[in-house]
């Protein structure tokens, strides 16, 4: 199915003091994709694609609005100067004839990896086959992130058409363009391929000479390394990034786990990474911050403001609670029993550094000496002693949990349209904040809303039909509705409904259905052609949601088109080819044909199987009661699933539903034109 998310788009051509616009031809949607094509002409409709500028350049903006609007195969754009949301691209004139941009959001579950968060579209800038031009092209793209920090960097990652990855640091992400500031990140490239703007963590990358270096880390100035001179024999460039590891996330992963229980806190996670050529010489000091127990420092604070009451205040108490209060005094400056333990990661492995010693610091920092070089380290702060293999249990989940968010499916039936449904993966965090706002966009509707789910950046939805409602445009069982889910991106996704039988449900004054969600991982996905598909489709698993459905029934007319619930010849000779010999055997059975049926099929139709299914079917159809509305195709659906096709019952009924709807619209045309 071809969902249109219409585009509006503007292209204004900027040549020198004067500016011209583009025409756009939209081609229909391939895979996911949206094709722009640029003619270049001036305001009296000259073209421009032999000018040149005096500069020699042209600079293309392209602007989009929400509005949605399909005609046919193919989309049509709406003029829109409220926000730009594509990109900008600025190159030579000998570009302008050549590139072609494209929308390719549906790889944007492969454009992420690791902790990186999508924060805007992803564009294919692609040229003419065997075209050229001069490079650079400057490139400006429009993000929109929502939580940005001292730990989160802002980088434009492109994948070019070796799939080779590449990232650029951005020269600006604030400016004017088109008359509009906002986050834009400009950067200027020397290729082409997909564009998009991710957040990830931000790298400090320095050099460590011969005689030492002791660094405190931009990110988090408590996060200090200190390395003695000779540490190594030659200068060498180290590269560290910071992951927080907040106490909410901490106290969730306890929750799941009883044996954590004597987990205090953590500091965050470092990440290392020296030179495996250049092995540590002298120890290296981390300093890293890792909280103490909360309720010893509430314990401790009140013991000191009892220590700083005057003395006639203390000397007027009884003598037995004048000991207490020295003694308590005086533990109070006693080291801690907490214990403090660190653990490196060497080649994505998790240990405990047993020969390591921690040494606690003021105002919650602690500190300690490295001998061998590890590429992640974590500092814990244990209550009692935990087993090694619980600690490493402990750093693997902390790293999976941060990449991971609770994500609630919403599922919006909106009382205008009720054949169309808005589903989103909304973070539950959220989740009120987003409903009224789909409220607000979408007027009042039913909303019917999932428990919550665990999902990663990149993870896809893939939706599935059940019962008797059905998307429309689907024909088959290896097509899905998807939403891919990033954090900080609108995961929203329009489905346009139809009943598969009219005749079911004939009980009920809705038609009834079920919607079903699949997830599928990024790990999961692999690039195939420029689509990313399931590498297996028996990865797809369990649906993790289901969430119901309900249409309304039309009424219906008085007088109903001849034979529109019928079951054409074209319908029983493509169910016929789909039917194989022990198939039809049990369809016989399902369909209760006398023997002496059977056996007049065999003698008119031959040897030919195909010809034996169409003449079985054919009978059975001129031996049904000449009722006018007696649902045909339900019973033959029916007799399919029972028969072990189900997938050919779906498809009769789909392709009988738009066959009837075909007969009505003929039907209803001549009475109009009378």
Known sequence: MSISFSRGVKLILVQGPHSAQFDVNIYPKVSGTEQYSILLYDQNNKSLTNNKTKNNKYET????????RQIGQTTQLCMCFKRPDVCFIRASVGAVKVVRCEVADALSCLMVSGSEELVSRVIRIKAQDGATFHFPVTVALPFHARYRGNYRDIAVKIVD?????????????EGLYGGLRGSF???????????????????????????????????????????LPGSFTAPVMVQTMIQPVDAVLLASVKSRNDVYRSVV????????????????????????????????MRDTRGQTEQEHQPASQVLDRPVTHRLRILGASVKSKELSNELLVVLGSKDKQWNVLDDVTVRNQQKGLVSFDLTENSDRLLVVRLLSLLPPCHLTSLAEELEESICCHAVTVVLQRRGDEPHTVLVAALPSRDLSWELNKLQAQGGPGLVETSAEISMCEADQLLLRFSGNITSTGRLNEDTHERITFHSQRKNHLLVHLTEVDPFGNYSSPHYKGTAIFYKVTKGQLEWR???????????????ICKLSLTLPKVQECSQRSPHSDSLSDSLLLWLSGELSEEELALLVLSLRLRRSTTQLVKHRAGDSLSSQAFHVLAMWRRGLPAVPHRP???????????????????DLLLRQAAATRQSSMEYERPKKTN
């Open 265 to 296: 806190s953590t500091s965050p996670l470092l990440y290392l990474t020296h030179p495996t050529s250049q092995p540590l010489r002298r120890p290296l000091t981390v300093t890293l911050p890792c909280p103490p127990n909360p309720e010893k």
């Open 161 to 173: 058409e070796e799939r080779r990855v590449s990232y650029v640091t951005p020269v600006t992400t």
């Open 61 to 68: 903006k392209y602007y989009e609005n929400e509005t949605k």
């Open 529 to 543: 052609g420029d689509k990313a598909v399931l590498k297996h489709s028996k990865l797809l698993g369990d649906p």
């Open 185 to 227: 990140a400009e950067v200027k490239v020397y290729s082409l391929g997909l564009f998009a703007v991710v957040s990830c963590l931000k790298r400090e990358n320095y050099t460590v000479p011969r005689r030492g270096l002791s660094l405190k880390l931009p990110m988090d100035p408590r996060i200090c390394l200190n390395y």
């Open 632 to 650: 045909k195709a339900s019973q033959l659906a029916h007799c399919l699933a029972k028969s072990g096709r189900p997938d050919l019952a779906r």
